[in-house]
């Protein structure tokens, strides 16, 4: 069974920067693509960036490119999402997820297996 567990969240000063982390278990995960969805309150959970486990193709939302970057480490089974330059509407619950195929358009509804989610707050 897959299993995507996330850390690194937290409170952050505007411009400051996180790291959040996601080990995936269960399985091996050739072929697959691991994203991260955020979801603020009151808001639909948005896509933000997804990587090719294989390939390590990446994409990334208009809103956070240039500023976030989302990597992968094999050995590790680990997803990481670095992102620098944080503002506060950035706050948002982060989810790590994954799906067995590669995706075209990443929406939330593409991806199979979910993380519990990690709280990000940014302050003015």
């Known amino acids: 069974q897959v299993q995507l567990v996330e850390s690194g969240g937290g409170l952050v000063q505007a411009g400051g920067s996180l790291r959040l982390s996601c080990v995936a278990s269960g399985r091996t995960f050739s072929g697959w693509t691991m994203g991260w969805f955020r979801q603020a309150p009151g808001k639909e959970r948005e896509f933000v960036a997804d990587?090719?486990?294989?390939?390590?193709?990446?994409r990334y939302a208009d809103s956070v490119k240039g500023r976030f970057t989302i990597s992968r480490d094999n050995a590790k089974n680990t997803v990481t999402l670095r992102m620098t330059a944080l503002k506060p509407e950035d706050t948002a619950v982060y989810y790590c997820?994954?799906?067995?195929?590669?995706?075209?358009?990443?929406?939330?509804?593409?991806?199979?297996?979910w993380g519990q989610g990690t709280q990000v707050t940014v302050s003015s």
């Open positions: 990587i090719t486990w294989t390939y390590g193709r990446t």
């Open positions: 997820a994954a799906t067995s195929t590669i995706i075209v358009v990443p929406t939330s509804g593409e991806y199979d297996y």
